[in-house]
């Protein structure tokens, strides 16, 4: 399964009023990290019962990078994932689930494979 659940909304605190924050960064935490959330543990039994064997989730370098500082939210949700999909496949680490990791799509990436092995 690949996750690649993304949205940015630029984020101005000074320009726009809290309700217009507040409601561009629920919509954004609900895109980017309820969305693989729910997908995740959701179809986990699934995923066993049918030797489904990786689960990809897309982050960003932005998570731990955040150059763009108009999207605070974002960068956040992206930090996020990658800790949310560490801990995934550490928990998926004795069943036929193997592979679990993060792929950045602007150029970094980790997988596992293997007991919980990581690949960069």
């Known amino acids: 399964m690949v996750s690649n659940a993304g949205v940015q909304r630029s984020l101005k605190f000074l320009e726009q009023t809290w309700e217009e924050v507040f409601e561009k960064a629920d919509k954004e935490i609900d895109i980017n990290q309820r969305g693989p959330l729910h997908?995740?543990?959701?179809?986990?039994?699934?995923?066993?019962?049918?030797?489904?064997?990786v689960i990809i989730n897309v982050s960003s370098l932005l998570g731990f990078a955040p150059f763009n500082m108009i999207n605070p939210v974002y960068n956040g949700t992206k930090s996020w994932m990658h800790f949310f999909t560490t801990n995934l496949r550490t928990q998926l680490k004795d069943?036929?689930?193997?592979?679990?990791?993060?792929?950045?799509?602007?150029?970094?990436?980790?997988?596992?494979?293997?007991?919980?092995?990581?690949?960069r």
């Open 95 to 119: 069943t036929h689930i193997p592979g679990c990791g993060n792929y950045a799509a602007d150029g970094g990436h980790e997988f596992a494979s293997g007991g919980g092995r990581s690949v």
């Open 39 to 53: 997908l995740s543990l959701g179809l986990l039994e699934q995923f066993r019962s049918k030797n489904i064997e």
